[in-house]
């Protein structure tokens, strides 16, 4: 009985000690899921010019401590503006027409990304795109105070060709003056990761404040004392 006992127990850490072997070669599968979790969406805004300043500060107002993106988007002659943020707050705004999308941003791998500084009066504008061609442009809200946000800002540009890559981001610096591209010791994939989960601040990245104001209007939505009648 002892002995049967003993080649029971030698087989069975035999078989541990195997099944060890054949699996410490493989990774272990990342979780897929959005770091924010469940509770977070990306949303077209189908109202874009109903996103006004009272609108941002409620949206900071009741999440101090949560992301906040709004993100304008260009493909081809085509052009989007989401929002990314909680869902349960965001379904508080129906004048925003919200519409719920798969996230963007983890669909593309020939990009490059940026990060970049506001200056006052900044409005994004996108190069020419052909209809493979696209342009993001990325403001994540920090904290407000008063009538003014600390804000990141982003750009990433997404060609088949890298030579192409080079030459639109080139354009849109030329294009876009009001906006420089920060020099920070990220490397691209870091940028990506940076835009693909609305980091807020990277290490040693500088900081920014801009007017409830000023982010509309980098994003291309005027007040409706600018607007044409139609």
Same mark, same amino acid.
């Given at each position: 009985m002892i002995f049967w006992l003993l080649i029971f127990l030698i087989i069975l850490v035999a078989s541990v000690l195997l099944a060890y072997s054949s699996m410490k070669?493989?990774?272990?599968?990342?979780?897929?899921?959005?770091?924010?979790?469940?509770?977070?969406?990306?949303?077209?805004?189908?109202?874009?010019?109903?996103?006004?300043?009272e609108i941002l500060q409620l949206l900071k107002e009741n999440n101090k401590n949560q992301t906040v993106?709004?993100?304008?988007?260009?493909?081809g002659d085509r052009r989007a503006l989401v929002i990314f943020g909680p869902r349960n707050t965001l379904n508080n705004f129906p004048e925003l027409e919200l519409?719920?999308?798969e996230d963007y941003v983890n669909f593309s791998q020939e &990009?490059?990304?940026?990060? &970049?500084?506001?200056?006052?009066?900044?409005?994004?504008v996108a190069s020419k795109l052909s209809d493979d061609e696209e342009i993001w442009y990325q403001i994540i809200l920090g904290f407000s105070k008063e009538n003014f946000f600390l804000v990141q800002t982003r750009m990433a540009v997404i060609s088949q060709s890298?030579?192409?890559?080079?030459?639109?981001?080139?354009?849109?610096?030329?294009?876009?003056?009001?906006?420089?591209k920060l020099v920070l010791p990220q490397n691209q994939s870091q940028i990506?990761?940076?835009?693909?989960?609305? &980091?807020l601040f990277p290490i040693r990245a500088q900081k920014f404040y801009s007017s409830t104001k000023e982010i509309l209007s980098s994003l291309g939505i005027l007040p409706p004392s600018q607007r044409l009648s139609t």
């Open positions: 070669n493989f990774p272990e599968i990342p979780d897929s899921k959005n770091q924010y979790g469940n509770q977070y969406g990306v949303f077209l805004v189908r109202s874009p010019n109903s996103l006004n300043s993106s709004l993100e304008r988007l260009f493909k519409l719920e999308l &990009i490059l990304a940026f990060e &970049i500084g506001m200056k006052d009066g900044a409005t994004f890298p030579e192409r890559r080079q030459s639109l981001s080139d354009d849109l610096f030329s294009l876009n003056k009001t906006f420089s990506h990761e940076g835009f693909k989960k609305r &980091i």
